[in-house]
C-alpha cells in the first residue's frame, strides 16, 4: 500500500505569491518523522523540513512552513512569496518508528514559477 | 558538509551486463540507501543497509543485489541488467536511527540499459 500520496503531478504558481503542495500518508505507528525534499532540475535531492509526529507546533524554516493536521495525516507545505528558483519538483517522505530506518517518498509535485 | 558520492553521473550499458553503481559518503554514516526514481513514481527503495554487511530489502529489490563490505562504500549491483531497470538511481545516507535523521543524497546515476 502507497504510504505516501501526493495528488498533484504538476503545478504553476506566479511569482511572489504562495503556494501548497499536498501530501497524505498513511500509518499506524504513533511515532513518525515528515519530511519534505526539494529536487531542481539538476538532480540533487535538497532537505527542507521536518516534522516529528509528536511536534505541537507546525514546522516553518524560512519562507516553507508544514501544514500538519494529524488526524487528517497530512503534512502539506507552504511556499511562502515564491521565488523562480522554487521551480522544481517536491517530494514528501516519512520515516516510521518502529526502527527500520526506510524513508518512503511520494510520487512527486513539479512546481514551475511564472515571472 | 556531508558528502554522497556517486561513481558515475550517466551510464550506458549492454542488456545482460552485471553492472555496478558505486556510492561513497564521508559523514561515518550507518545508514545507507538506494533507490530508484522514475517519473510518476518517486523514489522507491531498492535495498538499504544499517551496519557492515548488513543489508535489508526494500520495497523492489527483485533483480538488484548489494553489498557493504566498508561503511563509507554501498554497492548497487545489476546481476543481468534489462531494460526495465533503466532509470534515475539515487543513493543516501543518514545518521543513527532516530526519526529526525535527515538523509543525504548523491547527484544520482541515469543509467541506460539497451
Known amino acids: 500500500a502507497q504510504k505516501i500520496t501526493q495528488t498533484q503531478p504538476g503545478m504553476f504558481v506566479q511569482e511572489k505569491e504562495a503556494v501548497t503542495l499536498d501530501c497524505t500518508y498513511d500509518?499506524?505507528?504513533?511515532?513518525?518523522?515528515l519530511f519534505w525534499y526539494k529536487q531542481p532540475s539538476s538532480g540533487e535531492m535538497i532537505f527542507l523540513i521536518y516534522?516529528?509526529?509528536?511536534?505541537?507546533q507546525n514546522a516553518t524554516e524560512g519562507r516553507y512552513s508544514l501544514n500538519f493536521q494529524k488526524a487528517r495525516k497530512s503534512a502539506n507545505l507552504v511556499i511562502s512569496a515564491s521565488q523562480l528558483g522554487d521551480s522544481a519538483m517536491y517530494f514528501c517522505?516519512?520515516?516510521?518508528?518502529?526502527?527500520?530506518?526506510?524513508?518512503?517518498f511520494g510520487a512527486g509535485t513539479t512546481v514551475t514559477v511564472r515571472a | 558538509d556531508v558528502k554522497v558520492t556517486q561513481s558515475s553521473r550517466y551510464l550506458v550499458k549492454r542488456t545482460g551486463e552485471k553492472v555496478f553503481l558505486e556510492c561513497v559518503q564521508d559523514?561515518?554514516?550507518?545508514?545507507m540507501f538506494w533507490y530508484r526514481q522514475d517519473p510518476g513514481l518517486g523514489l522507491r527503495l531498492i535495498y538499504f543497509?544499517?551496519?557492515?554487511?548488513?543489508?535489508e530489502k526494500g520495497d523492489i529489490p527483485e533483480g538488484y543485489s548489494v553489498s557493504r563490505e566498508k561503511k563509507e562504500r554501498f554497492s548497487l549491483i545489476l546481476e543481468s541488467a534489462s531494460t526495465n531497470q533503466t532509470s534515475m538511481y539515487l543513493c543516501?545516507?543518514?545518521?543513527?536511527?532516530?526519526?529526525?535523521?535527515?538523509?543525504?543524497f548523491g547527484q544520482g546515476t541515469r543509467l541506460t540499459v539497451v
Open positions: 543516501a545516507s543518514s545518521l543513527g536511527s532516530s526519526l529526525f535523521t535527515e538523509a543525504f
Open positions: 500509518t499506524s505507528d504513533p511515532s513518525y518523522g
Open positions: 516534522q516529528g509526529s509528536y511536534d505541537q
Open positions: 517522505a516519512m520515516r516510521e518508528g518502529r526502527g527500520d530506518y526506510k524513508l518512503s
Open positions: 559523514m561515518d554514516h550507518e545508514n
Open positions: 543497509s544499517y551496519d557492515v554487511k548488513m543489508k
